[in-house]
């Protein structure tokens, strides 16, 4: 833990360093104030030890709360992936519940007008006689002459194609 993690983590840290050295008084904590070299220097002086002693001792009470810390973030880092996947599951597995629901209902009415058109043209046709069609016909033909006339030719011109085509398979 550096200088300034260790500052940042003062107000999480001091609450340990009473159970690191339990010689350290509240006043001695508020001399500390997040400062290491000031730990480091009570440590030497309450107990006795050289400084070199004092320093390897915080800094390896320090790393391994860091390492504590540390492991603790990253299990809660996982658990809050896990947890965030799970939601993107379950709200995934909604929405396709509620398109295949809405998807069953367009198909339904999509059936259902087809039965129907195909229901009242097959009504239709059985009502109308031949009689009506040619009827109908004629009207349609005396409303629209040229494009009638053109149809007219169009079909005899292929039906002339056809019925005029020589027979291939004779091999003449």
């Given amino acids: 833990m550096n200088l300034d993690t260790f500052e940042g983590q003062w107000t999480r840290v001091r609450g340990e ?3 690191w ?4 008084a509240n006043a001695d904590l ?3 104030a997040g400062k290491k070299e000031a730990l480091v220097a009570l440590v030497q002086e309450k107990y ?3 400084h070199e002693r004092a320093q390897q001792e915080v800094d390896r009470r320090l790393q391994g709360y860091s390492d504590k810390l540390g492991a603790s973030g990253a299990s809660r880092m996982i658990e809050t992936v896990q947890e965030t996947a799970q939601n ?3 709200s995934l597995a909604e929405t396709a519940g509620e398109l295949k629901a809405q998807a069953e209902a367009a198909a339904s009415t999509a059936a259902t007008a087809v039965a129907d ?10 009502e109308t006689s031949v009689k009506d069609v040619a009827g109908g016909l004629t009207d349609l033909i005396r409303r629209h002459p040229i494009p009638s006339l053109l149809i007219g030719l169009g079909i005899g011109f292929v039906l002339g194609r056809i019925v005029d085509k020589p027979d291939t398979g004779q091999g003449a």
Avoid: P
């Avoid at 050295?21 to 350290?24: A, P, S, V």
């Avoid at 058109?117 to 059985?126: E, K, N």
């Fill in 17 to 19: 360093i009473t159970s």
């Fill in 21 to 24: 050295w339990d010689k350290l």
């Fill in 30 to 32: 508020e001399k500390i």
């Fill in 48 to 50: 006795q030890y050289t």
């Fill in 117 to 126: 058109t195909v229901a009242g043209a097959v009504s239709s046709l059985q």
């Fill in 88 to 90: 993107v599951a379950s």
